[in-house]
């Protein structure tokens, strides 16, 4: 967690080291999932669930068209999971997480009179701050017949004390395409995924979002 607010430091005051360098806010839509694999449930249906983020980006350049585009977001990750077992009962897994996400992309600009062209690529730390799992199905009663039941636990708790014991630490890649206008307004649709399995043991648990960016740069020039 401190690392994270270390980064953030960092990244104003490296920002403020780039004489052509720009900083700005920005607001995120991101329509998250998961990739789930588990022995112990073989089929699944997951589904896109909206999710929200924010936070501020620089603009840092390297030469030519060439541009590191660092950023620090507070980013929502969440998933929707319903199976079923033979008797068609139905189970249902819902995940709501919250992140410290540090994405770094590479972005190449195509410059335009009025509106420029960008692309990105790089990638992406996040550490888990909070989050629920909440499990709605069948669990075995006292007297060893199956009853409806609801349970939230923390999701980043280890399974030992009580939690679903998820990891942490999400590395990510992601990767951006979008529009930057004369005015500092810009805008991108992206995609950030995560290449570390965040599962204990016993299968894969993997976040993954399309995400939609809205933001506004503010020139130092």
Known sequence: MKKMYVALVALIITTAGFSQASIGVQVIGNASNLSFKSEQVPDSKKSFQPAFGAGIVADLP???NLSLRPSLNYLQKKSSIEFSDDDENVTKLKTSLNYLELPVDFVYTVP??????YFGAGPSIGYGISGKMKYSGLVEGEDGEPVQAE????????????????GNLDISANVIAGLKFNSGL???AGYLGSI???AAEGGTYKNYGLQLTLGYMFSKN
């Open 112 to 117: 335009g009179k009025s509106v420029s062209l």
């Open 151 to 166: 349970e939230s636990v923390d999701a980043f708790k280890k399974e030992d004390k009580g939690g679903a014991g998820l």
């Open 186 to 188: 810009f805008v991108h």
């Open 62 to 64: 390297l030469g030519g």
């Open 196 to 198: 570390r399995n965040l």
